[in-house]
């Protein structure tokens, strides 16, 4: 089954397009912790940074982010985001095993044997809860040399295409709203944008079917982006920022810190 899961998610990936095998995937696990296990899990986030540069290392995945939530939906709901990169989207469904996982544990810590690695990982998965996992490819992006490094602001804008505008609502955020993203980032407003499709979980009860990703590197950029109006948008261009936002429903945003990075 999983199999024939994955053929179905490479085929939506990759049909009609040589692009798409270049593309960005991404696996965004929403995470919760327990509020007295909090400083277990940041201690454990920091190993799994070494662990995943193995991975990456091993050409397994192209990069991981650790990203703690400032604001969201129900802040009780998860404290942090986790977000793997992949090149291809077989990596991306095929994700990180436990066994993969330990032997990388083992390179970067070789100092534990087998019992310690598979005691912490036991520890490791008591004290988190994923209550939500999007599997994602990149389809749009900004031209910028914005630097990811931990300190820098990121809003994950979960979002919901309206019934019968799913065509249209990529077509406004590639063509009508990533030009203003990119004028904002040309006048120092803001870092990078992108924007993602949901690959899983798929249907009409899907809570969300994309995810577009603002990234600044403090707050300062963060509010000046946000009072910043362009006076000079002609009837012509409102019109289609608002035919925009009427082809979507915004369901929740997420403004994160990045803690961690491997790149």
Not at 140 to 168: C, R, W, Y
Not at 197 to 226: C, I, W
Request: with cysteine.
């Amino acid at each position: 089954m999983k199999k024939i899961l994955i053929l179905i998610v490479c085929g939506m990936f990759w049909a009609g397009s040589l692009s798409a095998q270049q593309s960005q995937f991404m696996v965004f696990e929403f995470v919760k912790v327990e509020n007295d296990q909090i400083f277990d899990y940041i201690e454990f986030k920091d190993l799994m940074e070494k662990v995943y540069r193995q991975a990456l290392n091993d050409k397994k995945i192209t990069g991981w982010d650790f990203w703690s939530l400032q604001s969201g939906n129900n802040h009780s709901d998860f404290q942090y985001i986790m977000v793997t990169y992949y090149n291809d989207p077989v990596k991306m469904m095929d994700g990180l095993n436990e066994e993969s996982m330990m032997k990388y544990t083992q390179i970067a810590y070789p100092h534990l044997n087998d019992s310690q690695v598979k005691k912490l990982f036991e520890e490791s998965l008591a004290i988190r809860d994923m209550p939500m996992r999007l599997y994602m490819r990149e389809i749009s992006e900004t031209s910028d040399n914005f630097q990811v490094k931990p300190g820098i602001l990121a809003s994950f804008d979960l979002m919901k295409a309206s019934e019968g505008k799913f065509e249209a609502y990529e077509k406004a955020e590639s063509e009508v709203f990533k030009p203003i993203h990119q004028k904002r980032i040309e006048q120092g407003l803001m870092g990078h944008w992108s924007f993602l499709r949901t690959a899983l979980p798929l249907g009409s009860e899907a809570k969300s079917t994309h995810l577009t990703v603002n990234m600044y590197k403090d707050y300062m950029q963060f509010f000046n982006s946000q009072a910043y109006e362009d006076m000079n948008q002609t009837d012509e261009q409102r019109k289609a920022v608002n035919e925009g936002l009427n082809s979507r429903d915004q369901k929740w945003v997420y403004l994160a810190t990045l803690q961690n990075v491997v790149r």
